[in-house]
């Protein structure tokens, strides 16, 4: 039954959001902040005060891994369950914990006080294992940390008492580039904006050839271009793409941390060119512990009137920024289920067109670039068009930031000009008898020992940032069985295809792992991929069948020495499950059998 207090405090919620179902996410994530879940009373009132159905409330917030109706204890585990953190031991240390507190994976334990389960990455794949507890990181986890860990919960200490060293997170910046190694002053790049040229800054993008970070590489300018022009709408809006889920991903999390004033610059400056007034980050909720800091270095640019009323004291020139967390969907990456999530709603691409330059945020023109791009703009802009287009290749211009994990004695962030080898960033990391690199995380590309010499770049390989090197004591096939996972468990479910298709890949995958597959298996993986890159509604299903197809090019030895047979070799042993009910009766004769005709 609601209490009077619980009102009173979900009314602070509801008006620190401002009463509004598009913060309906923002919301669910302060409620269960105060209350360990969502619960049934809380769903009543916010339905009440919000005046929608509590179906849509519900659905919300079934949609979002990390938000939950019912109670998952007080402490709440997730353990990486990205391929790196495997390589480095998570299972075992999940194991391990696991039976210090007397409780099985995914489930609550009998007091109520602590649940333990699994989560796709956690952005933590050069300081792992990881894990996040009530929504914050610990890394480095160990077996001696674990014990720790454990027995801190079963004395109920508050997280603010746990040593501050569980916490601490590494930037692990190996090698800078003209974005990591700037001298720039908070508003220096946008006080140079504002000289008579400024509007010329969506002219300068364009020549600059800037391309977004993201992968894609649509040209910047051109979007800018489209957002400015477009005039469907009474208000324009800048998005920032901070919800980087990529497994192998994590330079947006140091940016975040080392150049957040830079990736602001590049929200203004973006602001400035389209003519929005009003600008959102949207943070994936595995970086919440960033979001003081942020709001602390947006508050110091509101004072110093570099964001505001009349910033630098120019009339008409009025902008600010919001943070948004997202809730633990990989999904909100693609922009414009990132855009429905900002908006309150469960995260589902949207067909397309029309596109977020037209129809964005609110079905108003809206700009949305990643980090990276923002402060990849911002240099621009200091730099010139000119100066910035000699870096990189005459289709890659500047330069690019990389995460390097896995097998190799210096993960973290380098940063390199376009046109670089894939050769060159593996000396330069320490790796030794590299297998194979995964370029730009499971959706990517598998390249092996033979295409060490392709280059980072659009024109070869494209690439978000994800860098994972396997040497050769990996079994590839498990490398991409755990891909495939990953694609099957985040699947939003909205269209047939890739809800179906990415089940049948995983259970596939697992067939094969277990003894029973054979070469029909292999072969229907292709087919599967045309299915999946002809219908499926974004770019998850289409690219969940890469990490097969790719190791299968070059590793399929790791798949055939698995096959058992060569021909259809069922999943199920009908015959063998009778087994017991032989046993009950007495019988083992011929009669007792499945007959099995030879195919």
Not at 47 to 66: H, M
Not at 119 to 140: I, K
Request: proline share 5%; net charge negative; aromatic share 8%.
């Amino acid at each position: 039954m609601e209490t009077d207090a619980n009102a009173v405090h979900l009314d602070a919620i509801l008006a620190r959001n401002h009463h509004s179902a598009e913060y309906l996410l923002q919301i669910l994530r302060d409620t269960q902040a105060y209350s360990g879940c969502i619960g049934p009373d809380a769903v009543n009132h916010l339905s009440r005060k919000l005046r929608i159905p509590r179906a849509r409330i519900e659905s919300v917030a079934s949609f979002y891994s990390f938000l939950h109706l019912k109670p998952h204890g007080e402490y709440r585990v997730l353990f990486s369950d990205n391929v790196t953190d495997r390589m480095q031991g998570s299972e075992a240390l999940m194991t391990q914990m696991c039976q210090q507190l007397w409780l099985q994976p995914g489930k609550v334990s009998e007091d109520g006080l602590v649940s333990i389960d699994t989560t796709s990455c956690t952005g933590m794949c050069d300081q792992g294992p990881a894990m996040l507890v009530n929504d914050r990181a610990v890394t480095n986890l160990t077996h001696q940390r674990i014990q720790e860990i454990g027995q801190l919960i079963r004395n109920r200490t508050p997280l603010a008492d746990w040593p501050a060293a569980f916490f601490h997170v590494e930037d692990n910046i190996r090698r800078s580039g003209l974005l990591l190694g700037h001298t720039l002053l908070p508003g220096e790049v946008l006080r140079a904006a504002l000289s008579p040229d400024s509007e010329k800054i969506v002219e300068a993008i364009k020549s600059s050839g800037l391309r977004g970070r993201g992968g894609a590489g649509f040209p910047t300018g051109l979007k800018w271009e489209a957002c400015r022009n477009a005039n469907n709408g009474s208000e324009h809006y800048v998005v920032c793409n901070a919800d980087e889920g990529e497994p192998g991903t994590f330079k947006d999390r140091v940016l975040l941390t080392r150049q957040a004033d830079l990736v602001f610059e590049g929200m203004t400056l973006c602001a400035l060119a389209v003519g929005a007034k009003k600008g959102f980050l949207y943070l994936r909720g595995e970086y919440s512990y960033l979001l003081g800091p942020l709001r602390a270095v947006l508050q110091e640019r509101r004072e110093s009137n570099l964001l505001g009323e009349k910033i630098f004291g120019r009339p008409g020139f009025d902008f600010d920024i919001e943070i948004h967390l997202g809730a633990g969907a990989y999904i909100c990456g693609e922009e414009s289920a990132l855009i429905e999530s900002l908006e309150g709603k469960r995260g589902i691409p949207r067909n397309r067109p029309p596109f977020p330059v037209t129809h964005g945020y609110l079905q108003q023109p809206t700009a949305i670039d990643n980090v990276e791009t923002f402060c990849q703009a911002a240099m621009v802009i200091h730099m010139g068009a000119e100066k910035y287009r000699a870096i990189g290749t005459a289709k890659s211009s500047g330069s690019k930031l990389i995460s390097v994990s896995g097998d190799c004695p210096r993960p973290g962030i380098y940063e390199y000009p376009f046109g670089t080898a894939v050769r060159d960033v593996l000396q330069d990391c320490g790796a030794v008898n590299t297998r194979a690199v995964q370029i730009s995380g499971p959706s990517g590309i598998c390249v092996a020992e033979s295409e060490f010499d392709r280059r980072l770049g659009f024109e070869d390989l494209p690439t978000a940032g994800a860098f994972m090197v396997f040497d050769d004591s990996r079994d590839m096939f498990e490398v991409a069985r755990n891909f495939v996972h990953f694609f099957a468990h985040e699947s939003c479910g909205f269209c047939t295809p890739c809800r179906v298709g990415t089940s049948i890949l995983k259970d596939t995958m697992d067939k094969i792992a277990a003894g029973h597959g054979t070469r029909f298996d292999l072969n229907e993986v292709e087919h599967l991929d045309y299915v999946l890159q002809t219908t499926s509604h974004c770019g998850l299903g289409r690219t969940a069948c890469n990490p097969v197809l790719h190791t299968l090019k070059h590793f399929r030895p790791a798949y055939e020495s698995r096959l058992k047979s060569l021909d259809f070799e069922p999943g199920f042993d009908l015959d063998g499950a009778l087994a017991r009910a032989r046993q009950m009766t007495g019988r083992d004769d011929a009669g007792a059998h499945l007959k099995t005709e030879e195919i």
